[in-house]
Nanobody, 124 residues
Framework: VKLMESGGGSVQAGGSLRLSCTLS????????MAWYRRGPGNKCEMVSS???????EYADSGKGRFTASQVKPKNTLYLQMNGLKPEDTAVYYC???????????????????WGQGTQVTVST
């Protein structure tokens, strides 16, 4: 199983970025997919999670600014981030799992499959 993120970069506060993630090698079954990030101090947190019924959950920090979407059956995941803030600076990871797990999938690599991450840096 391989996940590959792209779209990270450096932007000024208030700017936008769109992250993409491609999943390959998953085989049979429908993956649960999510975005996580690891910021300063190695703090890992969920950014968004898409459930099998299509419901998308967001961390409070991104509500109203971030929008996650998934294209099936290509299993491509996107994260549109608008109104970026310096505190959004982090490495963003795409993750996929075969079964539902309530709560956080942190730390990075702990549950399911993870990409290598893409750096997002927001300056003032």
């Amino acid at each position: 199983v391989k996940l590959m993120e792209s779209g990270g970069g450096s932007v000024q506060a208030g700017g936008s970025l769109r992250l993409s993630c491609t999943l390959s090698g998953f085989g049979f079954g429908e993956p649960l997919m999510a975005w996580y990030r690891r910021g300063p101090g190695n703090k890992c947190e969920m950014v968004s999670s898409i459930l099998r019924d299509g419901t998308t959950e967001y961390a409070d920090s991104g509500k109203g600014r971030f929008t996650a979407s998934q294209v099936k059956p290509k299993n491509t995941l996107y994260l549109q981030m608008n109104g970026l803030k310096p505190e959004d600076t982090a490495v963003y990871y795409c993750a996929a799992a075969r079964s539902y797990r309530g709560g956080s999938w942190c730390p990075v690599g702990n549950f399911g499959y993870w990409g290598q991450g893409t750096q997002v840096t927001v300056s003032t």
